[in-house]
């Protein structure tokens, strides 16, 4: 079901991109082929993300064979849905037509509840049932992809991706006494496929959209994700501008190894500013 989700999503986004393209009349009287939109070399980009929902389930099956337990991470642990984080996207284009990508950040989110869940919340070699939990998440993306712009005029780009999303998922968890403590996690390489496109509005004013979507089944792990996002930013000076965007993130994994067997579904949402300097 949510693969179908993540595809419908895909689909009706690139539909949506391919009318705005058409609509906008960028295809209109380009005759300069030697002149293109966004054509620096270099971009470093550095900004806040700020998280404003998440939804985190996850289930932690017993190594034995008996039943596990499904937990919301919100309301069964107290986490955190909102979080403000450091965000760092880059680029290095060959030429009009090639670049590589790079984003790097990471969610860290706490939470400290009274455990009341049936059957008890058991991990590793520990039972956890009617005391007060502490746990934490860290979730942490590398992403680094390739960008080939098929359509480059002097105010559009189109292009597909693909690439490499390096996905670390890492929890914790210890009673209040701190004589019980257990952690789990997963390292995940994600490859990803996209469709993104950049429109100048104006010499300074520029919109970009970005999707992308996988899924993948090998050996004991199963995963899928989903990532759109749109921003929008002014070019100030030459080489620097200021743009807002807004993000969304999903994934949904299931891994079947010697120190963890379940299921992680998590999804974020939210706003990103940032500062660019192109060279």
Do not use: C
């Not at 705005?20 to 470093?44: C, R, Y």
């Not at 069964?76 to 760092?88: A, F, Q, V, Y």
């Not at 991706?161 to 996690?185: Q, R």
């Not at 807004?246 to 891994?255: C, I, Q, W, Y």
Request: proline share 3%; net charge negative.
């Amino acid at each position: 079901m949510l693969l179908k989700r993540i595809f419908r999503f895909s689909t009706i986004s690139s539909l949506g991109m391919v009318a705005l393209l058409f609509t906008s009349g960028v295809v209109a009287e380009e005759k300069n082929e030697d002149v293109f939109a966004f054509p620096d070399k270099i971009m470093l980009r550095a900004g806040a993300y700020f998280v404003d929902g998440t939804r985190t389930q996850f289930s932690i099956n017993s190594t034995t064979g008996g039943l596990g337990t499904t937990l919301d991470y919100s309301k069964d642990l107290g986490g955190e849905k909102r979080e403000t984080i450091p965000r760092l996207d880059a680029y290095y284009r060959f030429n009009d037509r090639h670049r590589i990508d790079f984003t790097s950040f990471s969610i860290n989110r706490d939470g400290v509840r009274e455990l009341a869940v049936d059957p008890p919340l058991q991990i590793g070699d520990e039972t956890f049932t009617g005391e007060t939990l502490n746990s934490s998440i860290k979730y942490t993306l590398y992403k680094l992809g390739y960008v080939y712009s098929f359509y480059h005029s002097p105010k559009v780009e189109l292009g597909i991706s693909a690439g490499l999303n390096i996905t670390s998922y890492d929890m914790d968890f210890s009673n209040a006494a701190g004589d019980k403590a257990e952690a789990v996690g997963i390292t995940a390489p994600l490859p990803v496929f996209g469709l993104r496109m950049n429109y100048l509005i104006t010499p300074e004013w520029s919109i970009g959209y970005l999707v992308e979507t996988f899924a993948i089944e090998i050996d004991n792990f199963r995963g899928s994700l989903f990532n759109y996002e749109l921003n929008t930013e002014y070019r100030l000076l030459k080489n620097f501008s200021l743009g807002i965007g807004l993000a969304r993130l999903g994934m949904n994994v299931e891994v079947d190894e010697d120190d963890w067997r379940g299921t992680v579904s998590d999804s974020y949402r939210g706003f990103t500013a940032f500062g660019v300097l192109y060279f």
